[in-house]
């Protein structure tokens, strides 16, 4: 993104800061690029948020202050409100992500307990103008979701994030510092994050350049070019990845049964994002927790494929971007002596489709948006 600008504006550009994931850096002229790690925020991303804020902090009335931002941002910019340390959103971002809590609670939470989110960074900007430039990695697009809405007007509590947070079992684990903003916020103590009607956002404007549904029509494109009858079968995919696995495995055992003889080749495309509820000691993401699981429903059905893979490039805490598996996948495993079922419980997926060598390795990408779905069947 900061490359793009970059060839658009060139030298009209007179400072920039960008923080990006580990690996995923570009070069760029006029803008310092910076590194961090994602999903789980570290020092080098409050670093990297002091100097945002700074910035943000020295923009005068009459500056243009163009807005970059990409799914992974709450992660990328941590920036703790007073009295809370990172350590402390460390441990609630692990524990919410290992309670497969959803990115809206998830980024709620962040929201109250952050000096940038949830529309603060437009405060410090005020009065400058700012333009917001989004790739969206969430569904349906919302502003106020997006790498936790720092320049939009957030409509969520400091009552909602405790509301979260006890929802998924974690309010008790919580460090004492967070406890103690949130009871503070709940009692009216703390302010929540600026309203949307706050004149703070009368000067930001918000423009999303790239989103789930771009990535399923350029797929959809590409399957019609090879011959394929293609049909989008939902951009909002969601809920726990096991589930969706065994959900898109009944669609195709049940197309699969139907598929005329004289057609051609299926390809029905799935985006959106799943989670996990990790109750397991193994090692995987989302997409090839969802793989897993889909093969495990499909065992024996040569003609059926799928495909489910990060549109960032990685899955999870994992080097792939996903996993590829078909109606062998489960045979192949067994003449190994791997029982697929056991991995699953394990939240194993991983190292089952490692064995395998099931894995899709593609590198970052450079965007994120959310992930893809790729179900192939064949009539034979």
Same mark, same amino acid.
Do not use: W
């Given at each position: 993104?900061?490359? =793009?600008?970059?060839? @658009? %504006? !060139?030298?009209?550009?007179?400072?920039?800061?960008?923080?990006?994931?580990? !690996?995923?850096?570009?070069?760029? @002229?006029?803008?310092?690029?910076?590194?961090?790690? /994602?999903?789980?925020?570290?020092?080098?991303? %409050?670093?990297?948020?002091?100097?945002?804020?700074?910035?943000?902090?020295?923009? #005068?009335?009459?500056?243009?202050?163009?807005?970059?931002?990409?799914? *992974?941002?709450?992660?990328?910019?941590? =920036?703790?409100?007073?009295?809370?340390?990172?350590?402390?959103?460390?441990?609630?971002?692990?524990?919410?992500?290992?309670?497969? =809590?959803?990115?809206?609670?998830?980024?709620? $939470?962040?929201?109250?307990?952050?000096?940038?989110?949830?529309? +603060? %960074?437009?405060?410090?900007?005020?009065?400058?103008?700012?333009?917001?430039?989004?790739?969206?990695?969430?569904?349906?697009?919302?502003?106020?979701?997006?790498?936790?809405?720092?320049?939009?007007?957030?409509?969520?509590?400091?009552?909602?994030?405790?509301?979260?947070?006890?929802?998924?079992?974690?309010?008790?684990?919580?460090?004492?510092?967070?406890?103690?903003?949130?009871?503070?916020?709940?009692?009216?103590?703390?302010?929540?994050?600026?309203?949307?009607?706050?004149?703070?956002? @009368?000067?930001?404007?918000?423009?999303?350049?790239?989103?789930?549904?771009?990535?399923? #029509?350029?797929?959809?494109?590409?399957?019609?070019?090879?011959?394929?009858?293609?049909? $989008?079968?939902?951009?909002?995919? /969601?809920?726990? =990845?096991?589930?969706?696995?065994?959900?898109?495995?009944?669609?195709?055992?049940?197309?699969?049964?139907?598929?005329?003889?004289? +057609?051609?080749?299926?390809?029905?495309?799935?985006?959106?994002?799943?989670?996990?509820?990790?109750?397991?000691? *193994?090692?995987?993401?989302?997409?090839?927790?969802?793989?897993?699981?889909?093969?495990?429903?499909?065992? !024996?059905?040569?003609?059926?494929?799928?495909?489910?893979?990060?549109?960032?490039?990685?899955?999870?805490?994992?080097?792939?971007?996903?996993?590829?598996? &078909?109606?062998?996948? $489960?045979?192949?495993?067994?003449?190994?002596?791997?029982?697929?079922?056991?991995?699953?419980?394990?939240?194993?997926?991983?190292?089952?489709? #490692?064995?395998? &060598?099931?894995?899709?390795?593609?590198?970052?990408?450079?965007?994120?948006?959310?992930?893809?779905?790729?179900?192939?069947? +064949?009539?034979?």
């Amino acid at each position: 993104m900061a490359r =793009a600008v970059e060839r @658009r %504006l !060139g030298n009209r550009i007179d400072v920039g800061v960008v923080v990006t994931q580990y !690996g995923y850096t570009e070069k760029c @002229r006029h803008i310092e690029i910076l590194e961090a790690s /994602h999903p789980v925020p570290d020092i080098a991303g %409050l670093e990297a948020s002091r100097k945002i804020e700074k910035l943000a902090t020295n923009a #005068r009335k009459e500056d243009l202050v163009i807005f970059l931002l990409s799914g *992974g941002g709450s992660a990328l910019m941590p =920036a703790p409100a007073p009295g809370i340390f990172l350590e402390d959103k460390q441990s609630a971002t692990n524990s919410l992500l290992r309670a497969g =809590a959803p990115i809206e609670a998830l980024n709620c $939470v962040r929201k109250h307990l952050s000096d940038l989110k949830g529309g +603060n %960074l437009a405060r410090k900007v005020f009065p400058a103008r700012m333009i917001v430039l989004l790739v969206s990695d969430v569904i349906g697009d919302p502003l106020d979701v997006i790498g936790s809405g720092p320049a939009v007007g957030d409509s969520s509590t400091f009552s909602q994030a405790k509301a979260y947070l006890l929802s998924y079992g974690v309010y008790c684990e919580m460090p004492e510092t967070i406890k103690k903003r949130i009871e503070a916020g709940c009692r009216g103590e703390i302010p929540d994050t600026p309203a949307p009607g706050d004149k703070i956002f @009368r000067r930001v404007s918000h423009h999303v350049v790239a989103n789930n549904k771009v990535a399923l #029509r350029a797929a959809y494109e590409k399957a019609k070019s090879k011959g394929y009858n293609v049909k $989008v079968q939902t951009d909002s995919l /969601h809920g726990e =990845a096991k589930d969706a696995g065994r959900s898109i495995a009944e669609d195709a055992k049940g197309i699969s049964i139907n598929l005329p003889k004289k +057609n051609l080749s299926q390809c029905l495309l799935y985006g959106g994002e799943t989670t996990v509820k990790v109750l397991g000691n *193994g090692v995987g993401g989302r997409c090839q927790e969802l793989a897993l699981s889909f093969a495990i429903e499909i065992g !024996g059905h040569e003609s059926i494929c799928l495909l489910a893979a990060g549109t960032d490039g990685r899955d999870g805490p994992t080097e792939a971007a996903g996993g590829i598996v &078909d109606g062998r996948t $489960v045979k192949r495993a067994q003449n190994q002596g791997l029982d697929p079922n056991a991995y699953l419980h394990d939240n194993n997926s991983h190292d089952f489709l #490692r064995r395998l &060598d099931s894995c899709v390795h593609t590198g970052p990408s450079g965007t994120n948006v959310m992930d893809l779905v790729i179900l192939l069947l +064949n009539n034979g």
